[in-house]
């Protein structure tokens, strides 16, 4: 492989795999007006039409290259503010009002990107060429079992991180740090000796601590079905209510190199009065609790140097390791 080629896998990898269904925040960040956002660095408009469903296009007018996320809504249909001209959640021309006969109406003209809610979260496909369609049609989403159970309860919390989403996704797969980074709020003795093991799994794999007393961590498994998934069970103590463990799903997609949208569903086995409870619990002091381990990574992520560290990684490293290359195997299949 080239150094060229080699450049290119890196800055794929930097800004996220395509082909994939990426989280872009919670279903709260697309309301009835226009919304500008940037996500695997591509900037993007997105808006509900008349029935709700979520639009999103490349921000960029076909007209001249203005940003459509300023514009307006008329009918579902997103107006350019330069010079009017309206454009379908398809991306194709809708109408130019200013000169009603124009060739471009009905053509698609814009990049648009497919949207799936789903569970208070919104996801979107990513196509890896950057031509108008995605050169392969999107594979249904698939969902981790927790987000379509009945049985479970849960709430997504969402944030703009300023860090490389691959330092989140190394944070995310690595079962040593909580024991040192997250000793005060998750109850972890620090300095035993240990090892970790990584299996696969059906569609990823997991890692485990090899001596697992006073293991706080119960899963910790990256997925990749077609979306990228991190499924992490932690005890929860009695003041947390019912529901057994919490089942924590911290989704973190790049907005830019130096960004990241980290996107957090927090969960419990629960259902009826309980997933009642939970729920009235979360929003009147467990919400705090969980922000406080978070933001216990937030600080330490951002504080990191600019992607990639200078690093010696040893044993404990396997699970952010095995990640890494499997980033880039999927990366090296985009830049060929
Ligand atoms: S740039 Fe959008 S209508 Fe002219
Ligand atoms: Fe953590």
């Known amino acids: 492989m080239t150094a060229e080629t080699e450049a290119r896998v890196e800055r794929r990898a930097a800004l996220g795999v395509r082909d994939r269904w990426w989280c872009i925040g919670p279903s709260s960040l697309v309301g009835s007006q226009a919304v500008g956002l940037t996500r695997l660095g591509i900037k993007l408009a997105a808006w509900r ?109 969402s944030q703009t991180w300023q860090t490389n989403y691959q330092y989140v996704w190394d944070n995310v797969i690595d079962i040593m740090h909580p024991e040192y980074l997250h000793k005060d709020t998750q109850y972890f003795e620090t300095g035993v000796a240990n090892t970790v093991v990584a299996t696969p799994a059906p569609t990823g794999f997991m890692v485990r601590r090899k001596i697992y007393e006073g293991d706080n961590v119960e899963i910790m498994e990256f997925i990749d079905n077609g979306s990228f998934w991190f499924r992490v069970g932690f005890y929860a103590p009695p003041g947390c209510g019912p529901g057994g463990n919490w089942r924590v799903f911290p989704l973190a997609t790049p907005i830019d190199e130096y960004h990241c949208q980290m996107t957090v569903w927090r969960m419990r086995n629960v259902s009826g009065w309980e997933g009642d409870l939970f729920r009235f619990m979360f929003n009147t002091k467990l919400e705090q609790y969980n922000w406080a381990i978070v933001q216990e990574d937030k600080e330490m992520l951002e504080a990191m140097p600019p992607w990639p560290a200078r690093e010696n990684l040893y044993q404990h490293d396997i699970g952010p390791a095995r990640l890494r290359k499997h980033v880039r195997d999927e990366a090296r299949k985009q830049c060929a």
Not at 87 to 94: K, L, M, P, T
Request: contains cysteine; charged residues 20%.
């Open 49 to 157: 039409d008349k029935t709700g469903k979520v639009n999103m296009v490349e921000d960029y007018c076909p007209h001249r290259g203005a940003p459509l996320s300023m514009g307006h809504l008329t009918d579902g249909r997103l107006g350019c503010r330069y010079h009017g001209v309206e454009v379908a959640g398809d991306g194709s021309v809708a109408a130019v009002p200013g000169f009603p006969e124009c060739s471009y109406v009905g053509r698609k003209m814009v990049r648009s990107y497919p949207v799936v809610e789903h569970f208070q979260g919104l996801w979107a496909w990513f196509g890896a060429n950057d031509q108008l369609e995605s050169a392969i049609e999107p594979p249904p989403l698939v969902f981790p079992s927790e987000f379509t159970s009945p049985e479970w309860t849960g709430f997504p919390i």
